[in-house]
């Protein structure tokens, strides 16, 4: 068990829904991250926040959106889902910065249909 | 960004035996990670190794930064060992994980 919790686990939606994914990370940690794999594109970085704080955006589309709450609670944002926006969803989190461990939690799996 | 590497992309070995999986990247880093991803998904952190070499029980890793390579370690390998193995590095301006395409083992009983 990494310490960083994700719900749901699984989620099945349909196209052009909006769905939610949430983000606990390790108790001390202030960096969160959110990475998306995909059969095709492998595992890609979506954003980084740091103690609420956006930091980073990597191929994050614009009908995704993320935030970090001051409990540093994180939530992924994903609208007008598409197919090809099914993948497993990944939030890490680490104590700080590039110098740091990345803790991975367990995965939301999100099917579009 | 940085470029990961790794080799081989599949690799299918009897129960007991000994493997070696490579990652290479392309610029200087200051951390790398090992992860195995197991049948149901999870990312499991294997190894946390900027450099030198690290054991985990019949795990080991070690990276060599000046020549911009990592190689981890299989010894006696069992079932449970199968999945896929990542390594993934940093990059210097944002912080975000670059993940090789990984190494799919398959232990076979």
């Known amino acids: 068990d990494s310490g960083v919790t994700q719900t749901p686990k699984h989620l099945i939606t349909a196209t052009g829904q909006r769905v939610t994914l949430r983000c606990s990370p390790r108790s001390g940690d202030l960096s969160v991250y959110w990475y998306q794999q995909s059969l095709d594109q492998g595992l890609q970085f979506l954003i980084h926040?740091?103690?609420?704080?956006?930091?980073a955006k990597g191929n994050i589309l614009e009908r995704f959106s993320a935030q970090q709450f001051p409990d540093l609670h994180s939530e992924l944002n994903l609208s007008s889902l598409e197919l090809g926006d099914s993948a497993l969803y990944f939030c890490?989190?680490?104590?700080?910065?590039?110098?740091?461990?990345?803790?991975f939690g367990p995965g939301t799996r999100l099917t579009v249909t | 960004g940085i470029q990961v590497e790794q080799s081989p992309p599949d690799l299918i070995l009897q129960e007991g035996a000994n493997s070696t999986l490579r990652c290479n990247f392309s610029d200087s880093v200051n951390n790398l990670q090992w992860f195995h991803q197991n049948p149901w998904g999870q990312l499991i952190n294997l190894f946390y190794i900027p450099s030198g070499t690290k054991q985990n029980g019949r795990l080991s890793a070690t990276t060599v930064a000046t020549e911009r390579y990592s190689l981890l370690y299989i010894s006696s390998s069992q079932t449970t060992d199968s999945g896929v193995y990542f390594c993934?590095?940093?990059?210097?301006?944002?912080?975000?994980?670059?993940f090789g395409a990984g190494t799919t083992v398959t232990v076979r009983a």
């Open positions: 926040y740091y103690n609420g704080e956006e930091r």
């Open positions: 993934a590095v940093p990059n210097p301006n944002d912080y975000k994980l670059s």
């Open positions: 890490a989190s680490s104590l700080a910065g590039t110098a740091y461990e990345q803790y």
